[in-house]
């Protein structure tokens, strides 16, 4: 079962990615771009552990740094989508905490991957990341990762159980 | 603790990889990278993006449904599908008016242009200003092609695939365009800022004259930062920093286009064979704008004179 969650997967990380950079934009918002990709790579993140998780924010980073119109400094994203992913894998499955706790802890990872991209393009020297602008795309970022999460973290954790229930191994290995 | 051990190791090497793609982008390489990802992402955006427009203009007309009677949900549904008739009319008619303000500009302009349309635009938090457009190497579209549209210059092709083709536009923080203020024909260079609204206006000499109101227009000079024809719009002076003489002397500009609803933009292909020196710029309004100085209108319009003459 593991190549059907690889391209479940896959398919929310291009569907995300594709909707961030060709839908949400023509809806005109005011400060940072609700960041689809960051929540999906985060809310697979914590029905799949760690590993799973940094490897979706590598193949996400990879894949937002090289799609039009990416430019500038490639793999940025990589290297910050795969610790959001990481940490959103170390800190596990919704049913630990509650709903609120996890849409809220998916707005402070995707507020925080802006800070990433700054502080790590700030470290390799891009001239485009202006320190002015990082507080005001942190604080926007932040409300609308709150609204997306509330519906994505479900929509993924629903999506993923279906196609790998935790019960149907052991139903499997009875019959 | 075994497993924690490999769950290090994945995370390092993932990590090490993607450093490893910064490195190598910083000394140069990845283009061609970004050029075959088009060739794929380019189809699957024109694609998405020709689903979502209509689906936007149809979310737009639905007004608020969930009334208990049939009567009224039945006319609620029929002022809907008229509110998205009128919508999408509207629609029209704003992509009738760009595509005629850019016939208006290339015209005046004397340049040879292919109309595209904006289908995907860089996320802001990733702090560069670009935009994919549908036109690409089978268009006759190259890298530095000028990107204008109605109002005046939108940017520069930066990397093109068959069928799209990435646009830095004039607000990103690594663009500089050659100006010249259209009245006095002073030069200098426009800096991008990553500011969607304003850009900083360098002079070459410290002494030049420069008032707000003034208009600028590409000066066909190479700035570092790609090659623009002359006379193509920019924007116009808004404020003025430091005293003349100084040596970083810095005007702040708004450009003409208003770069957060773009559309329908044109890409040049045959430069203009004379210069057209201002010709391009839009009729300059008759009075100072009286919103931004409010009751002294004729003060207002008095200022800016004595330095254009």
Known sequence: MAWLRAMLALALVVTALLVELTAIPLFHLPGATPDILAVTVIALGFVGGPVRGAATGFLAGVLLDLAPPSAGVLGLSAVVFVVAGYVAGTLGAERDRGAFATVGITGLLAAATTLGIAVVGGLVGDPRISWDRVTGLMLTQLAYSLVVAAFVVPLVTVLWRRVDPPTSRYELSRQ | MRDNRRTRTILGLLLLTSLTLVVLSLKGGGDGARTEASGFFGPVQNAASAIVRPVRDFLGSIGSLGSKDQQISDLQAQVDSLQGQLN????????AKELNDLLRLSGAGQYKTVPAQVIAFGPAQGFAWTVTIDVGT???????????????LVGRVVSVGPTTATVALLIDATSTVGARIASTLQVGFLNGTGDATSVDLQLLEPFAPVAVGDRLVSSGVTGGGGVYFRGIPLGTVTEVQGTPGQLTRIAKVKPFVDFTTLDLVGV???????????????????????????????AGSATPKPSAS
């Open chain 2, 268 to 298: 040049i292909v045959e430069p203009p064979r004379t210069d057209p020196v201002d010709a391009v710029l839009p009729p300059k309004p008759s009075a100072t704008p009286s919103g931004a100085t409010g009751a002294t209108g004729s």
């Open chain 2, 88 to 95: 999408t009319t509207d629609y029209e008619r704003n992509r």
């Open chain 2, 138 to 152: 089978r268009d006759g579209i190259k890298i530095d092609s000028n990107v204008v549209n109605g109002q005046g």
